[in-house]
């Protein structure tokens, strides 16, 4: 949603999964970018959604522009030219339950932060991939208990992909002028919170739950450096200066760690 500053007035919306039934609400950060997209010089916005597609959007207009998936996600067959995406029947959730849909309930991505690099006009985020049934009916009120959809116990962690195991996650870049992927690193374990940095220097810190702050190279994903904080992350990393020293910071556990480069 774009609202005028001034006035608090709505200037325009845009609805990434309407009539949604499984809690993918769009708490992934949206980053806006000026560059030349198919020809022409825009303000964008770029989105990748918890129900995994990535978007682009003129941010001045609210036109949509284009939707690609960053996972595998079958819940739509396509969107209109004006962005409407085409609903694939059963898809979502009911009392006698969905298919197996992907992405699961946690998402394609989830409060990790992404990130852009002008310089290579790419953008960088972490991703999980997986599938379940979704269920709702009416249930007593009972305090402290969710009420989102869930895959029946029956169900396993996840379901089949054609031609793929049905569960994976890592870092990838995608181009936004085409929705494709750049290049895609594997990580040992799926995360709803750690996410990416782009630098100057065309590095990528990732932080990863597995307790690694990574460095890779952002034009090709190649492994440059890691740190092992010892404890779980859930956390982005974060870049500051200090009397002209560049600094990266993450936090792991109860401890801040920070790295810059030997004077």
């Known amino acids: 949603m774009a609202l005028d500053a001034d006035t608090g007035q709505r200037k325009w919306h845009y609805q990434f999964t309407p009539n949604d039934g499984h809690d993918w609400d769009s708490c992934q950060d949206a980053v806006l970018v000026d560059r030349q997209w198919r020809g022409q010089m825009r303000k964008l916005l770029l989105h990748a959604d918890r129900n995994g597609y990535f978007y682009v959007l003129d941010r001045v207009t609210g036109q949509f522009l284009s939707a690609t998936p960053f996972v595998y996600a079958n819940w739509t067959s396509g969107f209109s030219s004006a962005g409407r995406p085409q609903i694939v029947p059963g898809s979502n959730s009911s009392r006698d339950g969905s298919f197996f849909v992907y992405p699961t309930i946690g998402g394609g991505t989830n409060f990790q932060a992404p990130s852009y690099s002008p310089l290579t006009g790419w953008f960088y985020l972490q991703y999980a991939e997986g599938g379940q ?8 009120y009972e305090p402290g208990k969710q009420y989102i959809g869930r895959a029946p116990k029956v169900d396993p962690a996840v379901g089949p992909k054609p031609n793929e195991p049905g569960r994976s996650s ?5 181009d936004p002028e085409t929705g494709k992927t750049m290049w895609d690193v594997k990580t040992y374990q799926r995360s709803l919170a750690t996410g990416v940095l782009a630098t100057g220097g065309q590095t990528l810190f990732a932080a ?5 702050l990574a460095a890779l ?3 090709d994903g190649r492994h440059l450096w890691h740190f092992q904080t010892g404890a779980s992350i859930a956390a982005s990393p974060m870049s500051y200066a200090v009397g002209g020293r560049q600094f990266v910071a993450i936090a792991a556990g109860h401890t801040l760690y920070a790295f810059t480069l030997p004077q």
């Open 208 to 212: 990863l739950r597995d307790g690694n």
């Open 133 to 140: 049934r979704y269920v709702s009916s009416p249930e007593p």
């Open 170 to 174: 890592g870092v990838k870049a995608i």
């Open 217 to 219: 190279d952002a034009r």
